[in-house]
């Protein structure tokens, strides 16, 4: 197997104490007992839980070592493969940053308030066409997801992408200056985490942290269309950013959309590409990822990489869990199309996802139905921003609104009569009326802030309704 580090290289970046009989070297990094894979070196975080609890496990499971406080050294055997350090996290923060100084690449960082992981997904196809890439595993973009998904990064690759993000103001600031990117997305600026920003002139300065990471010559990459633009334009200046690159529909983009057309299960986009035509397939569907796969060929040529190979890989471009994945369930006299999009949600991500579900195919008399929960982290304009995603529902021309939560009484409330399905205070208490009401030909979607607990709706349903397998999840109902 492949080495990622050797032992001696960890232990000299992380200042570790050796202990027992170590490896030469690791092949990976883990947090984690139930996905660690032989040979990985196993970090013991404290986090909801203490790491050190799980070390034993680890090295059954085939851990090539453990990297633990010195202060619980004596916790184990004499001869266990250990690396002892003051501070676990700190340790790893260590390796990410050694990981980053090994790295000859050029490294591509997304922050926004909505469509960070689907554009670093997109990148990450888009450059492996070009060239060896790592990129962050799942959201891995906080304060030790940024420095794992620097460690990870093989010395060997071409290209690195990491996804970071924040809740509050300060947190990316450490995290970009960890990576040192050479290109800095920026997808949108959004009312999310209202809560603890109070504005969105906030949460934009919060995001224009990330160019304070930016290596010397480096890129930023914007949102031409956002309405906090000029803002970011003017953070990125402030902060000796030498080249700021925009995309968008209108024609100051220098990455701009010429037309595009939405398809239920796919969109095909033209646009100008830093003055060169570029025609090109989006294998996920939404209008939302149409304007992020702007920003994604605009870094693919900031970064150098083949600009027709990174388009026509865009054709791969599928949804990851929880943002919008298909699933078509079968049921008596047909089937029905199920949208999930429950790992999150906020007022534009809704507002994107009750679009997509607009555009869902039905099959006879089927209807497309929405299943939302509540909106979190809005502060005191929430029940206005979930009041307000009945404009869209009604332009989307949905025909049925499921509602959970305090918040989304707002919501149901502002309701035309005719589009109320159901309201329930929790989604476990909607969740039995949702079941009862789908019928063959419909299109649902569940949607809601990860904390609101719409998954189980989606898990109940695909319980209920025998899922189809693999090769039959593209066809349309």
Request: charged fraction near 20%; hydrophobic fraction near 50%; aromatic fraction near 4%.
């Amino acid at each position: 197997m492949t080495s990622l580090w050797t032992t001696s290289d960890m232990a000299a970046a992380m200042r570790a104490e050796k202990s027992g009989a170590l490896p030469e070297s690791v092949t990976g990094i883990s947090i984690d007992t139930r996905t660690i894979a032989k040979g990985e070196a196993f970090f013991a975080l404290k986090d909801v839980r203490d790491g050190h609890d799980f070390v034993e496990a680890a090295l059954k499971a085939g851990a090539a070592l453990a990297v633990v406080a010195r202060s619980q050294r004596a916790r184990f055997a004499a001869d266990a493969p250990l690396l002892a350090v003051d501070d676990v996290l700190e340790a790893l923060r260590d390796l990410g940053r050694a990981g980053r100084a090994r790295f000859k690449g050029k490294v591509i960082a997304v922050t926004g308030s909505v469509g960070k992981t689907s554009t670093k997904e997109a990148l990450r196809l888009a450059l492996a066409a070009d060239g060896e890439t790592h990129a962050s595993a799942a959201s891995y973009n906080n304060h030790w997801g940024v420095p794992l998904s620097l460690a990870r990064c093989p010395a060997t690759a071409r290209y690195a992408v990491y996804e970071i993000g924040m809740n509050h103001a300060g947190e990316i600031t450490p995290l970009t200056q960890m990576a040192r990117p050479h290109i800095a997305i920026v997808t949108t600026v959004a009312p999310v985490h209202l809560e603890y920003f109070g504005s969105v002139e906030k949460i934009a300065d919060a995001k224009a942290e990330i160019f304070s990471g930016l290596v010397e010559g480096g890129a930023a990459v914007l949102n031409r269309d956002n309405d906090q633009f000029a803002r970011l334009a003017a953070a990125a200046k402030a902060a000796n950013v030498k080249r700021i690159v925009t995309f968008g529909e209108g024609d100051e983009a220098d990455v701009m959309l010429v037309r595009c057309a939405l398809q239920p299960d796919s969109s095909t986009v033209e646009a100008i590409v830093l003055g060169e035509p570029v025609t090109y397939k989006l294998g996920a569907p939404g209008r939302h990822l149409v304007m992020n796969s702007l920003a994604v060929l605009a870094a693919a040529a900031l970064a150098g990489a083949d600009l027709a190979l990174a388009a026509l890989a865009l054709v791969n471009l599928q949804p990851a869990a929880g943002r919008g994945t298909r699933i078509t369930l079968d049921m008596p006299g047909g089937s029905v199309l199920l949208i999930d999009e429950s790992y999150n949600a906020n007022p534009v991500s809704m507002a994107a996802a009750i679009a997509l579900l607009g555009q869902a195919g039905l099959g006879p008399r089927g209807r497309r139905i929405a299943v939302l929960g509540d909106m979190l982290e809005l502060g005191g304009q929430g029940p206005a921003l979930h009041a307000g995603l009945a404009a869209p529902l009604i332009a989307a021309m949905i025909d049925l609104v499921y509602c959970s939560g305090p918040q989304m009484r707002a919501l149901w409330e502002a309701l035309p009569s005719g589009l109320r399905g159901g309201y329930a205070e929790t989604a476990a208490e909607l969740e039995p009326r949702v079941i009862e009401a789908l019928r063959a030909g419909d299109a649902v979607m569940v949607k809601g802030s990860l904390g609101s607990k719409m998954g189980p709706i989606v898990k109940a349903l695909e319980r209920q309704f025998s899922r189809r397998p693999a090769l039959d999840q593209a066809a349309k109902v």
